[in-house]
Nanobody, 123 residues
Framework: QVQLVESGGGLVQAGGSLRLSCVVS????????MGWFRQAPGKEREFVAT????????YYTDSVKGRFTISRDNAKNTVYLQMNSLKPEDTAVYYC????????????????WGQGTQVTVSS
């Protein structure tokens, strides 16, 4: 039973930055690849970024490349998403999850979803 607690969201103007955190419990965190996902109003949840278990490799969806950075601190059981140069189209609820597999860079979520954290980017 994995627990995922996201935080760090908020309201920010276009061009601003936010740093999201996801604290994981209930499994051996360092053994799992981790991913970030988001769900915008009226849209389905989509993949955002993946980081491998040791942090050695990352993957990003095209729309966030060069702006977002995923990282992790296994000692703190935490994965981060640094979001820079935010755009209104980044507005969404952001979720993290462990990856059951990575397919062409996409994290395939393996656990139940947490509450997510709301990111709102104003123009």
């Amino acid at each position: 039973q994995v627990q995922l607690v996201e935080s760090g969201g908020g309201l920010v103007q276009a061009g601003g930055s936010l740093r999201l955190s996801c604290v994981v419990s209930g499994h051996t965190f360092s053994r799992y690849h981790m991913g970030w996902f988001r769900q915008a109003p009226g849209k389905e949840r989509e993949f955002v970024a993946t980081i491998t278990w040791n942090g050695g490799t990352t993957y990003y969806t095209d729309s966030v490349k060069g702006r977002f950075t995923i990282s992790r601190d296994n000692a703190k059981n935490t994965v981060y998403l640094q979001m820079n140069s935010l755009k209104p189209e980044d507005t969404a609820v952001y979720y993290c999850n462990a990856c059951g597999a990575i397919v062409q860079g996409d994290c395939i979520p393996r656990s139940s979803w947490g509450q997510g954290t709301q990111v709102t980017v104003s123009s």
